[in-house]
């Protein structure tokens, strides 16, 4: 998820994210009762501008935000060859903190000029654009694409669903609040988190909804604003709250299996691998059991965790606001490597053969070896970086702050 739009309800509490705790509860709690999708709305798609040209075929997908439903993290790659080049880049009227999809050749992202954007990914050129209702507002939420369709939630308070083809409006549903939480798509099923109000003390709620259509399946009423992205696995739903909690909710009721509570708000969205579910909360990284939420381990940054966990090859890699970029043992939570930027980490990292890439507010992309902790490269975008980056075919598509989407590769790729 984006920071940046989130930072007003950072600031305001940043004085809880101290000692965190791990509490169980579980079962029995019925799901709120459903409510009617709002009617179907279409608009046309806005005229497309023009980006500098490059021919290059792309095959490989990530459809949604940590690249699938159980939010691990791990790219399909492969990574660039030696220092990338700029391949081209896409300016928007806006900072670009959302982490974008790539799906058939096209890469799908949103700007804080309140558009959503649909760009060639061989060349940069605009296939479409889509202009949610709150003109002038950032759109914070990253895309998830499924079965020709896109799917991405607004200030405005509405999720849409458009034609990935054409950016035609589908349908969008109306919560109570901005939705910050980047959707995922499993089985026909949208699961996002809604924000409730407009501050971090509000409630908010966890939304199932049928991708054909709209229509709501189930809906969870939380304690606080949900602005993670909720991750699916083996039929059980897991994603953290404003109000310090982690849940896991049945895919099919809506109802809770456990909740774990913390001290401090929980933007990190959790990562499960191997019947585990880690995230960032508070100060810190945690592992806790999938299937009873006894914690495992603990591991302490010493600053806020804002980013989302990747979990490849029995390590877990998280950024922190200390302005680190962390590597931990998955099963006992021990160090293995600390690697330091010069401004705070909260975006969340991705891992492709060996490689680990993130941003930080420095500006700066970074790609590390995963073994030793070592810089391969890094790249200055000229903007802080809270977006999370794509790694595809030897390309990796990042969004920064000075507004544009960048392309980065090798020339002889």
């Given at each position: 998820m984006s920071a940046r739009c989130l930072e007003f309800a950072v600031c305001a509490t940043v004085g809880l994210l101290s000692t965190v705790l791990i509490s169980c509860s579980g079962g029995g709690q019925d799901p709120a009762s459903g409510t009617e999708?709002?009617?179907?709305?279409?608009?046309?798609?806005?005229?497309?501008?023009?980006?500098?040209?490059?021919?290059?075929?792309?095959?490989?997908?990530?459809?949604?935000?940590?690249?699938?439903?159980?939010?691990?993290?791990?790219?399909?790659?492969?990574?660039?060859?030696?220092?990338?080049?700029?391949?081209?880049?896409?300016?928007?009227?806006?900072?670009?903190?959302?982490?974008?999809?790539?799906?058939?050749?096209?890469?799908?992202?949103?700007?804080?000029?309140?558009?959503?954007?649909?760009?060639?990914?061989?060349?940069?050129?605009?296939?479409?654009?889509?202009?949610?209702?709150?003109?002038?507002?950032?759109?914070s939420s990253s895309p998830a694409v499924a079965d020709g369709v896109v799917f991405f939630g607004s200030n405005d308070h509405f999720l849409y669903a458009v034609e990935a083809s054409s950016g035609v409006q589908r349908w969008r549903f109306e919560t109570d609040g901005p939705v910050f939480s980047p959707p995922t798509v499993v089985d026909g099923i949208v699961y996002f988190g809604g924000f409730g109000g407009n501050s971090a003390g509000d409630d908010g709620d966890l939304f199932a909804l049928e991708a054909d259509g709209g229509r709501q399946r189930w809906r969870f009423a939380t304690e606080g604003p949900v602005a993670s992205s909720p991750a699916v696995v083996d039929r059980v739903v897991y994603f953290s709250t404003f109000d310090g909690s982690v849940y896991s909710?049945?895919?099919?009721?809506?109802?809770?299996?456990?909740?774990?509570?913390?001290?401090?708000?929980?933007?990190?969205?959790?990562?499960?691998?191997?019947?585990?579910?880690?995230?960032?909360?508070?100060?810190?990284?945690?592992?806790?059991?999938?299937?009873?939420?006894?914690?495992?381990?603990?591991?302490?940054?010493?600053?806020?965790?804002?980013?989302?966990?990747?979990?490849?090859?029995?390590?877990?890699?998280?950024?922190?606001?200390?302005?680190?970029?962390?590597?931990?043992?998955?099963?006992?939570?021990?160090?293995?490597?600390?690697?330091?930027?010069?401004?705070?980490?909260?975006?969340s990292p991705v891992v492709v053969e060996g490689v680990v890439y993130f941003g930080s507010f420095d500006h700066y992309l970074y790609a590390v070896a995963t073994e030793s902790g070592e810089q391969r490269w890094?790249?200055?975008?000229?903007?802080?970086?809270?977006?999370?980056?794509?790694?595809?075919?030897?390309?990796?598509?990042?969004?920064?702050?000075?507004?544009?989407?960048?392309a980065l590769g090798s020339a002889d790729d």
């Open positions: 999708a709002p009617a179907l709305a279409v608009t046309e798609a806005p005229t497309a501008t023009a980006a500098p040209a490059r021919s290059r075929a792309i095959a490989a997908s990530v459809p949604m935000f940590r690249g699938g439903p159980a939010h691990t993290g791990e790219h399909p790659g492969p990574g660039p060859t030696g220092t990338p080049t700029v391949l081209w880049r896409f300016e928007t009227d806006g900072a670009v903190g959302t982490s974008p999809a790539v799906v058939d050749g096209v890469v799908y992202f949103g700007s804080d000029d309140s558009f959503l954007y649909a760009v060639e990914v061989e060349n940069g050129v605009q296939r479409w654009r889509f202009e949610t209702d709150e003109k002038d507002r950032p759109l909710l049945d895919v099919e009721s809506g109802r809770m299996r456990w909740r774990g509570e913390t001290v401090g708000p929980l933007l990190s969205s959790p990562a499960v691998a191997d019947g585990i579910v880690y995230f960032g909360g508070g100060l810190s990284l945690f592992a806790v059991e999938a299937e009873s939420n006894l914690l495992r381990w603990r591991f302490d940054t010493g600053a806020p965790v804002m980013s989302s966990p990747a979990v490849v090859d029995g390590v877990v890699y998280i950024g922190s606001s200390d302005g680190s970029m962390y590597a931990v043992d998955a099963t006992s939570g021990n160090l293995r490597w600390r690697f330091e930027t010069d401004g705070e980490v909260g975006a890094r790249f200055d975008t000229h903007g802080q970086v809270v977006s999370s980056p794509v790694v595809v075919d030897g390309i990796v598509f990042i969004g920064s702050d000075d507004g544009h989407l960048y």
